[in-house]
């Protein structure tokens, strides 16, 4: 594990960056009461790679997702996605830039029950009113084993089938970026595993770039690297990652 970084955890050209948090700083409560929930954290994130963001409760993980994916904002910094400071966009800008630009998975799937598993994964492009890629979608559809699932609601599938068609539809829109949250905490092992190959699949077969929070260091080992948070800071990462050298990063994150 790397010592504690305050410069930006960078390791390719601008070009391959597509999201960049610099120096970024978020707190909640004022006065004796303020807590530091990101303490001028900076990370590049490579395009087309799958990255784990880890760290102890209260690390500031969470927040940082929710930060980068426009989802919340911050007290200062930037963040920076392909060439656009996300920072400076007003609330409308900001949902569109989550509709057409940024993919989610949650851990509760986040599904319409009233609507079909091929209407849950074509929402988003309804909702922007665009054309849906017939070709695209069916080629994610296949690729997700969903083609004899479309027409069931989430009632009738199975977890790791409802998490599948989650997958399906933060690919649909083809974003920018795909944040996963704890994507695997509603499934059991078997159904853990399989979505977390799919996940890094889209990374080698489509070029998706993913950000995953989780806590599993099993999950985090899908991940082609994971980025270790204390206190709201960035202190270091792990490359290639396997279950036992997320255990051995952790163990020597909470020894600091």
């Given at each position: 594990?790397?010592?504690?970084?305050?410069?930006?955890?960078?390791?390719?050209?601008?070009?391959?960056?597509?999201?960049?948090?610099?120096?970024?700083?978020?707190?909640?409560?004022?006065?004796?009461?303020?807590?530091?929930?990101?303490?001028?954290?900076?990370?590049?994130?490579?395009?087309?790679?799958?990255?784990?963001?880890?760290?102890?409760?209260?690390?500031?993980?969470?927040?940082?997702?929710?930060?980068?994916?426009?989802?919340?904002?911050?007290?200062?910094?930037?963040?920076?996605?392909?060439?656009?400071?996300?920072?400076?966009?007003?609330?409308?800008?900001?949902?569109?830039?989550?509709?057409?630009?940024?993919?989610?998975?949650?851990?509760?799937?986040?599904?319409?029950?009233?609507?079909?598993?091929?209407?849950?994964?074509?929402?988003?492009?309804?909702?922007?009113?665009?054309?849906?890629?017939?070709?695209?979608?069916?080629?994610?559809?296949?690729?997700?084993?969903?083609?004899?699932?479309?027409?069931?609601?989430p009632h009738e599938l199975s977890?790791?089938?409802?998490?599948?068609?989650?997958?399906?539809?933060?690919?649909?829109?083809?974003?920018?970026?795909?944040?996963?949250?704890?994507?695997?905490?509603?499934?059991?092992?078997?159904?853990?595993?399989?979505?977390?190959?799919?996940?890094?699949?889209?990374?080698?077969?489509?070029?998706?770039?993913i950000i995953m929070v989780t806590?599993?260091?099993?999950?985090?080992?899908?991940?082609?690297?994971?980025?270790?948070?204390?206190?709201?800071?960035?202190?270091?990462?792990?490359?290639?990652?396997?279950?036992?050298?997320?255990?051995?990063?952790?163990?020597?994150?909470?020894?600091?």
């Amino acid at each position: 594990m790397s010592e504690p970084a305050d410069e930006p955890v960078r390791t390719s050209t601008d070009d391959d960056i597509v999201l960049r948090a610099q120096s970024l700083r978020k707190s909640f409560g004022r006065g004796d009461t303020a807590v530091d929930a990101l303490d001028g954290i900076s990370v590049d994130f490579e395009s087309g790679r799958f990255t784990a963001i880890m760290g102890p409760s209260g690390s500031g993980k969470s927040t940082f997702m929710h930060v980068l994916a426009g989802l919340d904002r911050v007290d200062s910094g930037s963040i920076i996605m392909r060439g656009q400071d996300i920072t400076r966009l007003n609330d409308r800008q900001l949902t569109q830039l989550r509709r057409d630009r940024v993919g989610f998975i949650f851990q509760a799937f986040n599904l319409v029950p009233t609507l079909s598993a091929e209407q849950n994964i074509e929402l988003p492009v309804s909702l922007a009113r665009k054309k849906i890629d017939r070709e695209w979608k069916a080629e994610v559809v296949e690729r997700l084993e969903l083609g004899d699932r479309l027409q069931h609601r989430p009632h009738e599938l199975s977890g790791g089938q409802q998490q599948r068609v989650a997958v399906a539809r933060a690919l649909l829109t083809r974003p920018d970026v795909i944040f996963a949250d704890e994507p695997t905490g509603n499934l059991d092992s078997h159904a853990g595993a399989e979505v977390l190959s799919l996940l890094g699949r889209a990374t080698t077969l489509y070029g998706q770039t993913i950000i995953m929070v989780t806590h599993d260091p099993v999950a985090a080992s899908h991940a082609g690297r994971v980025v270790l948070l204390k206190d709201g800071r960035a202190t270091g990462e792990v490359r290639q990652p396997t279950r036992e050298s997320v255990v051995t990063a952790l163990s020597e994150l909470s020894s600091l």
